[in-house]
Structure formats: structure tokens, C-alpha cells
């Protein structure tokens, strides 16, 4: 279990829990949180998931695998700090978590 | 066309398993009397009739990764879950796009005249060149579209007879599609018809009459690439524009490409952003009038038109496959694949697929997550005008609840005949007085 925060790009915050084994995508996407959509249900398919990773947590993160770096390389205003929200697995290692979200899905 | 039976209540009475539709129960008794081996599902006539269901139905259950020895147009095999789709689109490193090969549909592109178009290419150059062209659909362009967009339809449905029968996919679809797709290239407005036309010769199958044959194709498609040469030839020089032509000519990626190469690629743009738009905007209509309950819903609570609109994508389905070539030998579905073979993703049959979409052959406008559907495909080729099309839809249906209660569908659709492009060819509806 771990708290989430998402901010939107507008600024609207959202904190919640999310349960271990779900990734960062399903979790906003469970509490109907604007800004993240998760079209391909976690496929890494989509890129609509896209969310930049607060600076403190890259290294809890982890690294992009090679298809999410194939769909991100797609997305709209990708960052070094970008990721596919669907390839994040929470786990307590990430209670605390801010995840900043883009303008717009695509 | 199926119609709903007085006192019906539920959308699943018009599933293709309907009563109301005995040429289906026809279909049905084909589908499994039929060798397995013989289904073939590129006959583009199973799509005019709107028969192909019991086929897929048949493939997914007992052959979802299944091998047509003497398809009419080759070898070749169908993928028919959702899963399976999933995987292969997904998987371009074995599935390649390259036209080369044959390209993305069932029947090869002709060798004689390959259209280089991003969509028929692997990565690096692929990518290259959809990132040329996805910021016609930046976030800024999208809030600047969805204006002018509304502009039209507001424009289109002021204009529309009530109380007599017109064919909504002319009045309607085509026109508001076509207007669209003339406001992404700033095409010349008198001529914008001209792009359905470019768009419907790209796509018909030569080898049904009443189309064009292969050479008239051709110098259709060459009159297409001669108009956007001067178009190309007045933008280059001047500066940059926010329209595709402009893009292409000013972006270094794509400003030094062959003639074939531009003309692949606006051909792609065309058929991309045309019939598939056009074709859901029919296919809203007819769904709605064919599940009178969830017009009512819809009526009394606009606000569905959000989780509406991807589900009258995913039912329509306006590309009914996508295709790819194995550059490897690979198993799915415990078949083997091998290297060079066709491989056909029925995004018909994944979208209606039980094991993934719940109660997948009823239409329903609220489900909880509309966006899983396979119409836009995925993975690094994924439709990249989607959020443009659901912007369409969003309006024409804001537009139209605002002006008219109910918009009646008053006879069958005539539908084309192709194995790619879902569609129809006419609608005939009434607005009531």
C-alpha cells in the first residue's frame, strides 16, 4: 500500500492509496482522477498514461523498459522524468510518490 | 437492418444473434457447417451484408489464430481476440507495417505503385515521420480545432430539411468529415470534395465492379498528387503554417521527401481522417435509432455523450482490420507463424470479443472504460488523430441534442463492400416536424 499524489497540470491535487500490484495508472484511474487515461488498460500501448515523475522518486522508479520508451518517444512533451504511469508497480517502497501530470493525454 | 421489436427493452436484443434478422440466422448455419479451413474472412461482400458476425464468432472460439490456405487475396492468417490483437500490434519488432512487404491491409499494396506512408513503415523512419505530423494534434491545435469545428456542424445542421427524408451520410457525414479534413490541409474550399473522392478511390477494392479499375485508380490518385504538388510547391516558400501541407514542407524530417512519398503519406492523412470519422458518424445514428433506450438515456442526460462517443467507435469499428507481415517465426495461439507470412488483426471481431469487453454485442453508451476498444489500434502505430475524431463525434452530438429530440432513421443502410473500410454508403433519415 502506498499514498499517490497526483497533480494536474492545472494544479488540482489528489492524494490516495493505492493497494501493492496496482501500477500508478490503475490507481487514478480506480478514482476517476482527471489527466491520467490508461486507454489500453495497462498495456503499455497507448501512452496515455503519461506522468512526470517527481525528482525525488526517479531512482525509486526505476527506469523505462524498451517499449515504453518506444510509446513515449510518441507522446506529447516528453521530459527525462517521463513515464508511462502503467509501468510503475506500487509497493511501500513508493508510499509518498508525487507524479505530476501532462496538459493532455494523447 | 435490424429493427427493435415492439416491448423490447434491452440493447441486447439487437445483438447479431437478433431475430429480427433472419439473414443471419442464415449466416450463422454457413459459419459452422462450413470447413474451418475455408473461411475466408477478406470477401468484402460478408461486410455488405453485414453478415460477418457468426464468423468471427466461430474463428475466436475454435481458431483464434487461424490459417486461410486460399485466401482471395493469398495466404494468410486472422487474429480474432482482443488478447491477440493486443499482442501482435504491439509487438512491431515481429509485426512489421513495411509497405514493402505488402503494406497494413489484407491485400497487398500493388508492388507497381507503393505508396510510402508512415503507417506502412517500421521504426526509426516511421517514427520519423508520424512525429513530423502529430502536431496537427497538439493540445493548443485541438482547442483551436474543436472551434472551427463546431462552426461547421452548427453551419451543416442549421441547413438540414426537417420533415423529409434526406441521406444523412451526404448531407451529413461526408460533408462534415470532408469540411474537416479541408481545414487540416487550408485546402481550397470549392474544391474539398475532391478529397472524398482522392479518399474513396485510395480504399475501394478495383476488383468489384462499379469501382474504379487499377489504372483509373492510379490516375486518381496521381490527379490527388498533382493538386498537393502545387499546394506543396506555394506553401514551401512561404513561412510556416499550422496546416499538414505546410508541416510537411517545413519540417526538416519530411521537407526533402520523394514525390511517392507525399503522396503515401497525404493519402494516409486523407483516408485516415475521412471515411473512419465518417462512417462513425453514421454508424452513432443508426445505433442509437436501433437501441431506442439508450437514445432515451441519452436525451435525458447529455453528459453521456462523454462515454458515448468511444463506444460508438468501438461498435462501428471503421477500420475492420489492420494487417501486418512476420519477420520471424513466431508462435501465437499455440499456431506457428512463419517468417513472411500475412498477418490480419480483425479489430471487428477483438472488439467484440466477450473474454475482454463485457456484454461486448450491446451498445451501451456508459460503460466504465469505453477507451478499451481496439478501432484505434495500438502500440506505436495507434491512430494518432484519435482525440480528433472523439472531438467530432462530441459535437456533432452536443449540436444535434441541442436542435431535435430524436432524429429518425426511416430505412436500411446500403453499406460498402470491403473487408477494410467498415462503412456505409447511405443512411436515409428524417427529421421529425
Same mark, same amino acid.
Given at each position: 500500500?502506498?499514498?499517490?499524489?497526483?497533480?494536474?497540470?492545472?494544479?488540482?491535487?489528489?492524494?490516495?492509496?493505492?493497494?501493492?500490484?496496482?501500477?500508478?495508472?490503475?490507481?487514478?484511474?480506480?478514482?476517476?482522477?482527471? @489527466?491520467?487515461?490508461?486507454?489500453?488498460?495497462?498495456?503499455?500501448?497507448?501512452?496515455?498514461?503519461?506522468?512526470?515523475?517527481?525528482?525525488?522518486?526517479?531512482?525509486?522508479? @526505476?527506469?523505462?523498459?524498451? @517499449?515504453?520508451?518506444?510509446?513515449?518517444?510518441?507522446?506529447?512533451?516528453?521530459?527525462?522524468?517521463?513515464?508511462?504511469?502503467?509501468?510503475?508497480?506500487?509497493?511501500?517502497?513508493?508510499?509518498?510518490?508525487?507524479?505530476?501530470?501532462?496538459?493532455?493525454?494523447? | 437492418?435490424?429493427?427493435?421489436?415492439?416491448?423490447?427493452?434491452?440493447?441486447?436484443?439487437?445483438?447479431?444473434?437478433?431475430?429480427?434478422?433472419?439473414?443471419?440466422?442464415?449466416?450463422?448455419?454457413?459459419?459452422?457447417?462450413?470447413?474451418?479451413?475455408?473461411?475466408?474472412?477478406?470477401?468484402?461482400?460478408?461486410?455488405?451484408?453485414?453478415?460477418?458476425?457468426?464468423?468471427?464468432?466461430?474463428?475466436?472460439?475454435?481458431?483464434?489464430?487461424?490459417?486461410?490456405?486460399?485466401?482471395?487475396?493469398?495466404?494468410?492468417?486472422?487474429?480474432?481476440?482482443?488478447?491477440?490483437?493486443?499482442?501482435?500490434?504491439?509487438?512491431?519488432?515481429?509485426?512489421?507495417?513495411?509497405?514493402?512487404?505488402?503494406?497494413?491491409?489484407?491485400?497487398?499494396?500493388?508492388?507497381?505503385?507503393?505508396?510510402?506512408?508512415?503507417?506502412?513503415?517500421?521504426?526509426?523512419?516511421?517514427?520519423?515521420?508520424?512525429?513530423?505530423?502529430?502536431?496537427?494534434?497538439?493540445?493548443?491545435?485541438?482547442?483551436?480545432?474543436?472551434?472551427?469545428?463546431?462552426?461547421?456542424?452548427?453551419?451543416?445542421?442549421?441547413?438540414?430539411?426537417?420533415?423529409?427524408?434526406?441521406? /444523412?451520410?451526404?448531407?451529413?457525414?461526408?460533408?462534415?468529415?470532408?469540411?474537416?479534413?479541408? !481545414?487540416?490541409?487550408?485546402?481550397?474550399?470549392?474544391?474539398?470534395?475532391?478529397? !472524398?473522392? /482522392?479518399?474513396?478511390?485510395? !480504399?475501394?477494392?478495383?476488383?468489384?465492379?462499379?469501382?474504379?479499375?487499377?489504372?483509373?485508380?492510379?490516375?486518381?490518385?496521381?490527379?490527388?498528387?498533382?493538386?498537393? !504538388?502545387?499546394? /506543396?510547391?506555394?506553401?514551401?516558400?512561404?513561412?510556416?503554417?499550422?496546416?499538414?501541407?505546410?508541416?510537411?514542407?517545413?519540417?526538416?524530417?519530411?521537407?526533402?521527401?520523394?514525390?511517392?512519398?507525399?503522396?503515401?503519406?497525404?493519402?494516409?492523412?486523407?483516408?485516415?481522417?475521412?471515411?473512419?470519422?465518417?462512417?462513425?458518424?453514421?454508424?452513432?445514428?443508426?445505433?442509437?435509432?436501433?437501441?431506442?433506450?439508450?437514445?432515451?438515456?441519452?436525451?435525458?442526460?447529455?453528459?453521456?455523450?462523454?462515454?458515448?462517443?468511444?463506444?460508438?467507435?468501438?461498435?462501428?469499428?471503421?477500420?475492420?482490420?489492420?494487417?501486418?507481415?512476420?519477420?520471424?517465426?513466431?508462435?501465437?495461439?499455440?499456431?506457428?507463424?512463419?517468417?513472411?507470412?500475412?498477418?490480419?488483426?480483425?479489430?471487428?471481431?477483438?472488439?467484440?470479443?466477450?473474454?475482454?469487453?463485457?456484454?461486448?454485442?450491446?451498445?451501451?453508451?456508459?460503460?466504465?472504460?469505453?477507451?478499451?476498444?481496439?478501432?484505434?489500434?495500438?502500440?506505436?502505430?495507434?491512430?494518432?488523430?484519435?482525440?480528433?475524431?472523439?472531438?467530432?463525434?462530441?459535437?456533432?452530438?452536443?449540436?444535434?441534442?441541442?436542435? /431535435?429530440?430524436?432524429?429518425?432513421?426511416?430505412?436500411?443502410?446500403?453499406?460498402?463492400?470491403?473487408?477494410?473500410?467498415?462503412?456505409?454508403?447511405?443512411?436515409?433519415?428524417?427529421?421529425?416536424?
Amino acid at each position: 500500500m502506498a499514498t499517490i499524489t497526483y497533480i494536474a497540470a492545472g494544479g488540482d491535487t489528489h492524494s490516495i492509496d493505492v493497494a501493492d500490484g496496482y501500477s500508478v495508472m490503475e490507481g487514478a484511474v480506480d478514482k476517476r482522477i482527471a @489527466g491520467i487515461d490508461g486507454d489500453c488498460g495497462g498495456n503499455c500501448a497507448c501512452a496515455t498514461c503519461h506522468v512526470y515523475v517527481d525528482p525525488a522518486w526517479i531512482a525509486a522508479t @526505476g527506469v523505462r523498459s524498451e @517499449g515504453e520508451e518506444a510509446m513515449l518517444d510518441l507522446a506529447e512533451d516528453v521530459q527525462p522524468n517521463s513515464r508511462l504511469a502503467c509501468q510503475i508497480m506500487v509497493s511501500a517502497a513508493l508510499d509518498g510518490l508525487v507524479v505530476r501530470l501532462p496538459v493532455s493525454q494523447h | 437492418m435490424a429493427t427493435l421489436a415492439a416491448g423490447a427493452a434491452s440493447p441486447a436484443d439487437l445483438s447479431p444473434t437478433d431475430p429480427a434478422r433472419p439473414d443471419l440466422a442464415e449466416a450463422r448455419a454457413r459459419a459452422y457447417a462450413m470447413p474451418l479451413a475455408d473461411i475466408d474472412m477478406t470477401d468484402p461482400e460478408l461486410f455488405r451484408t453485414d453478415t460477418h458476425w457468426p464468423y468471427f464468432e466461430r474463428l475466436r472460439a475454435e481458431a483464434p489464430v487461424h490459417y486461410c490456405a486460399n485466401g482471395r487475396f493469398g495466404p494468410f492468417w486472422s487474429i480474432t481476440r482482443y488478447a491477440d490483437i493486443m499482442a501482435v500490434d504491439t509487438n512491431h519488432a515481429v509485426f512489421s507495417s513495411e509497405a514493402i512487404l505488402g503494406g497494413i491491409t489484407a491485400r497487398n499494396q500493388d508492388p507497381e505503385f507503393i505508396l510510402p506512408m508512415f503507417i506502412a513503415m517500421d521504426p526509426p523512419k516511421h517514427d520519423i515521420q508520424r512525429k513530423a505530423v502529430s502536431p496537427i494534434v497538439s493540445p493548443q491545435n485541438l482547442v483551436a480545432l474543436e472551434v472551427l469545428i463546431r462552426e461547421r456542424a452548427q453551419a451543416i445542421f442549421d441547413n438540414l430539411p426537417v420533415g423529409e427524408t434526406f441521406d /444523412w451520410v451526404d448531407r451529413v457525414s461526408i460533408e462534415l468529415t470532408t469540411q474537416m479534413l479541408a !481545414t487540416l490541409f487550408d485546402f481550397p474550399w470549392a474544391d474539398r470534395r475532391l478529397l !472524398t473522392r /482522392w479518399s474513396d478511390a485510395a !480504399t475501394a477494392d478495383d476488383t468489384l465492379p462499379g469501382n474504379p479499375t487499377k489504372p483509373e485508380r492510379q490516375a486518381i490518385l496521381i490527379e490527388c498528387l498533382t493538386y498537393f !504538388t502545387r499546394l /506543396w510547391n506555394e506553401r514551401v516558400n512561404a513561412p510556416a503554417g499550422n496546416d499538414l501541407v505546410s508541416m510537411l514542407a517545413h519540417n526538416p524530417a519530411t521537407r526533402d521527401m520523394a514525390p511517392m512519398e507525399y503522396l503515401g503519406n497525404l493519402i494516409l492523412l486523407i483516408v485516415g481522417g475521412n471515411d473512419t470519422t465518417r462512417n462513425s458518424i453514421t454508424g452513432g445514428l443508426l445505433f442509437l435509432n436501433d437501441n431506442p433506450h439508450e437514445y432515451d438515456r441519452l436525451r435525458a442526460d447529455p453528459a453521456l455523450i462523454e462515454t458515448m462517443v468511444p463506444e460508438i467507435i468501438r461498435y462501428q469499428t471503421p477500420l475492420a482490420h489492420m494487417r501486418r507481415t512476420a519477420l520471424a517465426d513466431v508462435e501465437l495461439g499455440g499456431q506457428t507463424i512463419r517468417k513472411g507470412d500475412r498477418v490480419v488483426m480483425w479489430y471487428v471481431s477483438g472488439n467484440r470479443d466477450e473474454r475482454a469487453i463485457d456484454r461486448p454485442d450491446a451498445f451501451v453508451i456508459d460503460r466504465a472504460r469505453p477507451r478499451q476498444h481496439l478501432s484505434f489500434g495500438f502500440g506505436i502505430h495507434r491512430c494518432v488523430g484519435n482525440r480528433l475524431a472523439e472531438i467530432q463525434l462530441k459535437i456533432v452530438w452536443e449540436e444535434i441534442l441541442k436542435r /431535435w429530440p430524436r432524429i429518425d432513421v426511416v430505412g436500411p443502410p446500403r453499406r460498402v463492400a470491403s473487408a477494410f473500410v467498415k462503412g456505409y454508403e447511405t443512411l436515409p433519415v428524417r427529421i421529425p416536424a
